[in-house]
């Protein structure tokens, strides 16, 4: 069962979303908003279903239970869970303000992991910005008095954002994305929000969306974040393939290439490889199979596969544990 598959996403309609992801990155849908797209996923919420060869129409999940775990690499041999969730997100309006617990609060009061997630933008309009922890640290008591009053954004960072920013988002940092913005999020398989600001917002039965402020006090970080934009570092080993380190930490790792030819990668005993093409197209070759990945499609290459081919001309995001 060692090959990679092709990965069909779950798709999400909340009213902040657009249609990009529809017209853009070849997600099909009826939904009238496509918001995000879950490229890999094994939460309940949304599961992804593998979208190629033998095992095509069958949830990745269900592919992963017994002697199936062991695609995920050891790294994950210790988890009974899922350890990531990826997404393109579709901001054409503003996200609300909301903040993740981090993993001690979150199995302790919810039963599910914390989320630290980080941001790569895929896309941005001009002066578009998001927000990205407080402008200067604060008290418990003068946030939640802002919440109440409706004055908390007279106090958060607000940064402007460019195509190519990246953003890593530690669990407890308060965080909104804005309107105009294309975001590919990896993040630990964790669906925990709480929503502290929504502009007044009604939801689709036409009441103010659930706010969650007992909980965001409890969780958020009222601090000036240490760093806004990650830098990327430069890695020189691949052939015909310029590659970034976006982020790492002790959930995930994730890089940016860019192909141009004909390259190969090495998926080892660690770890899962999720490979999503931002624009243009490659061929993906391992174990005797063969995929054609185009622009908006993810592909799941199993722990211990190997060496890899890849050709084409694309741009693409790996991430892997």
């Known amino acids: 069962m060692l090959k990679p598959m092709l990965l069909k ?36 919420a949304g599961l992804s279903l593998v979208d190629s060869g033998e095992h095509k129409g069958e ?84 946030f939640k008095q802002r919440i ?17 920013d990246v953003f890593f988002i530690k669990a407890g940092t308060l965080h909104a994305i804005g309107s ?18 929504d502009y007044g917002r009604v939801g689709k039965d036409g009441k103010p969306r659930q706010l969650h402020i007992d909980k965001a006090l409890a969780v958020t970080k009222l601090e000036v974040p240490q760093a806004v934009a990650g830098k990327m570092v430069d890695i020189d080993l691949f052939p015909h393939m310029d590659v970034k380190l976006l982020a790492e930490c002790k959930y995930f790792k994730v890089y940016h290439g860019s192909l141009h030819g004909d390259s190969t990668m090495h998926a080892g005993e660690d770890s899962f490889h999720c490979l999503t093409v931002l624009d243009g197209a490659l061929k993906l070759t391992g174990d005797d199979e063969s995929l054609t990945v185009d622009k908006g499609k993810t592909v799941f290459v199993p722990a211990g596969l190997g060496n890899y081919q890849l050709q084409g001309q694309a741009e693409f995001i790996l991430s892997k544990l």
């Open 9 to 44: 996403a779950p798709l999400k309609d909340y009213l902040w979303g657009g249609n990009r992801l529809k017209n853009e990155y070849g997600k099909s849908s009826d939904l009238d908003i496509v918001a995000e797209s879950w490229e890999l996923s094994c939460h309940e």
């Open 59 to 142: 949830t990745l999940s269900a592919l992963l239970t017994g002697d199936g775990k062991a695609m995920l690499g050891s790294k994950a041999k210790d988890m009974d869970y899922f350890p990531l969730l990826i997404k393109f997100i579709d901001a054409k309006g503003d996200l609300s303000v909301q903040v993740h617990p981090d993993d001690e609060y979150a199995l302790r009061e919810e039963g599910e992991q914390g989320k630290t997630e980080m941001w790569y933008v895929v896309d941005a309009e001009p002066g578009a910005s998001l927000i990205y922890g407080f402008q200067q640290e604060i008290s418990k008591e003068e």
């Open 148 to 164: 109440a009053n409706n004055t908390l954004l007279e106090v958060c960072n607000k940064v402007p954002v460019h195509k190519g």
């Open 180 to 197: 105009g913005i294309l975001i590919y999020e990896v993040q630990q398989s964790s669906n925990l929000t709480y929503r502290v600001y």
